[in-house]
């Protein structure tokens, strides 16, 4: 199964414009936390670079919505680091299985078309 999960990801790299490290494998972790915040990372059902967004999936319960989620990034070696931190829980009862996407535009970020991402949050399968 890890095996899958690679070779989809290095496939998904080499067809977008961007490299995206995801921070998962298939051991639990205790929950990361972003340095200075102390806040928990929120798993991510999936992240991939489309276009010229990071698009990542998140579970829901039917009211989630982008300006829930704090995005913190950190620059080093030509490398851009995501974090998405969870500001407000969804309190809704609608549970969707498939979470939603949100869509972050790399350049609002300062990242450039062929930019190295890494993103922080684990990696949990629906």
């Known amino acids: ?8 990801v ?3 790299g080499l067809s977008t414009s961007a490299c995206v490290i995801i921070d998962a ?7 990361v936390t972003v340095q200075g ?4 990372l929120d798993p991510l059902m999936a992240a991939r670079v489309d276009g ?3 698009v990542v999936r998140v579970s829901s319960n039917g009211c989630t919505r982008q300006e829930d989620f704090s995005v913190e990034t950190q620059r080093r070696d030509g490398l851009t ?3 998405f931190v969870r500001k407000r829980p969804d309190n809704c009862r609608a549970l969707i299985a498939e979470g939603v996407e949100l869509r972050y535009p790399l350049d609002a970020f300062g990242v450039e078309r062929g930019g190295k991402i890494r993103v922080r949050n684990p990696l949990v399968r629906p």
Not at 1 to 8: T, V
């Open 52 to 54: 010229a967004d990071l």
């Open 37 to 40: 915040s102390g806040q928990p």
């Open 1 to 8: 199964m890890k095996l899958a999960s690679i070779a989809a």
């Open 81 to 83: 680091s995501f974090s």
């Open 10 to 12: 290095i496939a998904l």
């Open 25 to 31: 494998d298939d051991v639990r972790h205790e929950p």
